[in-house]
């Protein structure tokens, strides 16, 4: 199993930028694949990124490509979601999540975080 925390969330402006991390425990982080989704008020959880275990490959939501990087750092069993040009519509609980398989990244996660808000003001 895997533990996972995120941090980074925080208010910033419209425009502005944010990094997220995930620290992950347990079982070798290297072993899964990676993504974050976000969750708005009254709205459904959504996907945002994935990247593989190599970190060789990596995949975004319509909603943020361009303006999202999501990386990994195997060595310190973290990864990180570097957020630019936010929107207020990006407002919205992240959550970093793992599994143990590469393909269908925007679904199916086994583990997850426990969420941290970002709040993007206009």
């Known amino acids: 199993q895997v533990q996972l925390v995120e941090s980074g969330g925080g208010l910033v402006q419209a425009g502005g930028s944010l990094r997220l991390s995930c620290a992950a425990s347990?079982?070798?982080?290297?072993?899964?694949?990676m993504g974050w989704f976000r969750q708005a008020p009254g709205k459904d959880r959504e996907f945002v990124a994935a990247?593989?275990?190599?970190?060789?490959?990596?995949y975004y939501a319509d909603s943020v490509k361009d303006r999202f990087t999501i990386s990994r750092d195997n060595a310190k069993n973290t990864v990180y979601l570097q957020m630019n040009s936010l929107k207020p519509e990006d407002t919205a609980a992240y959550y970093c999540?793992?599994?143990?398989?590469?393909?269908?990244?925007?679904?199916?996660?086994?583990?997850w975080g426990q969420g941290t808000q970002v709040t993007v003001s206009s």
């Open positions: 999540a793992a599994k143990s398989r590469y393909w269908d990244l925007s679904r199916n996660y086994d583990y």
């Open positions: 347990g079982r070798t982080f290297s072993s899964y694949t």
């Open positions: 990247i593989v275990r190599s970190g060789t490959s990596t």
